[in-house]
């Protein structure tokens, strides 16, 4: 099992920036990407970007190209999402999430079911 644990969230104006964290602990040695999720009140849960274990590709939704950069540390087992220029409609929980199978991911990189291992959410929030 492999357990995800976020970080970083909190509540900022628009334009500011903010970095949030996924710790991951467990059979770590498994995961082969991980990912950004977010799910704002009254909406489903959306792709936000996910990184390979090489770090050599990454896929991000339109909605936060260019603004958000997600980066990963192997050794500490960590991804990280630092999010630029704010806005209000990106307010929401946001999800980290990791999957051990490499076929799986390439199958299905921007959608939940191709993940495995799910965190419990940190909230941010926008004003504007």
Aim: hydrophobic share 35%; aromatic share 12%.
């Amino acid at each position: 099992q492999v357990q995800l644990v976020e970080s970083g969230g909190g509540l900022v104006q628009a334009g500011d920036s903010l970095r949030l964290s996924c710790a991951a602990s467990g059979r770590t040695s498994r995961l082969y990407a991980m990912a950004w999720f977010r799910q704002a009140p009254g909406k489903e849960r959306e792709f936000i970007a996910t990184i390979d274990y090489s770090q050599t590709t990454t896929y991000y939704a339109d909605s936060v190209k260019g603004r958000f950069a997600i980066s990963r540390d192997n050794a500490k087992i960590t991804v990280s999402l630092q999010m630029n220029n704010l806005k209000p409609e990106d307010t929401a929980v946001y999800y980290c999430a990791a999957v051990v199978e490499m076929t799986r991911w390439w199958t299905g990189p921007r959608v939940e079911s191709g993940y495995d291992y799910w965190g419990q959410g940190t909230q941010v929030t926008v004003s504007s």
